[in-house]
């Protein structure tokens, strides 16, 4: 299957820092990212999708000026968290789109925000 | 909108055993259907899917099981070993993949040596 690179796998930080996400599809193109967020026991909640060369639309709920969110090529998405707090740790989850409509899911990484 | 359950939420058999995993759908025009295993700490993968033209797909001591009518799939896994243990997903898609994709709840599965 295709695969998905996701970066890093875990993070710490303190409050107020910015962290970013790279996600990178290595053997296929994914015009399509998708980011999650994952609480504990709980299900992937779609955060955004992104486009390649376009803004990313984010559901309904998500900050866009705080899940920053950047596509600029056909293998790489980038999810930055700006000013990073408690209540934003969290599972973080990328997927992109491959052929026919199958989506392959990045390692994860798991933020937390002291 | 689209809404997927799935049962039960923690499901635990002896090695060996075969283990079901059942989903419901509420729109009858999605017509993808993904199966998903995640370890600890880990993204998803995708085990199995099938689409809403087929009935059933297996895929060694993997298949899955579709009734349109009845709006509901289910996952079988047969000869289960310990390392089947894992949370297994659900999904429903119409059309065009992960921007419909609508995950179930989940499944925890325990296999016991």
């Known amino acids: 299957g295709a695969v998905v690179s996701q970066h890093p796998s875990r993070v710490i930080c303190k409050s107020g820092t910015s962290v970013k996400i790279e996600c990178r599809s290595l053997?296929?193109?994914?015009?399509?990212m998708f980011w999650y967020r994952q609480f504990p026991k709980q299900s992937l909640m779609l955060m955004a999708t992104s486009n390649e060369g376009s803004k990313a639309t984010y559901e309904q709920g998500v900050e866009k000026d705080k899940f920053l969110i950047n596509h600029a090529s056909l293998t790489l998405s980038t999810l930055t968290v700006t000013s990073a707090h408690p209540e934003d740790s969290s599972f973080y989850i990328c997927?992109?789109?491959?052929?026919?409509?199958?989506?392959?899911f990045g390692s994860g990484t798991q933020l937390s925000v002291l | 909108g689209e809404n997927v359950e799935q049962h039960p939420s923690t499901l635990s058999v002896q090695e060996g055993d075969s283990a079901v995993i059942k989903c419901t759908y509420s729109?009858?025009?999605?017509?993808?259907f993904p199966w998903y295993k995640q370890e600890l700490g880990k993204g998803p993968q995708l085990i199995i899917d099938i689409r809403s033209n087929v009935g059933e797909k297996k895929d060694q001591r993997i298949a899955v099981t579709l009734n349109k009518t009845a709006k509901h799939f289910s996952l079988h896994i047969t000869e289960t070993q310990p390392e089947d243990s894992a949370v297994y997903f659900c999904?429903?898609?119409?059309?065009?993949?992960?921007?419909?994709?609508?995950f179930g709840a989940g499944t925890r599965l325990f296999v016991k040596a």
């Open positions: 729109d009858s025009a999605s017509n993808y």
């Open positions: 997927s992109g789109e491959g052929s026919n409509e199958k989506l392959f």
């Open positions: 999904a429903a898609s119409i059309g065009a993949g992960g921007f419909k994709t609508i």
């Open positions: 053997d296929f193109q994914a015009t399509t």
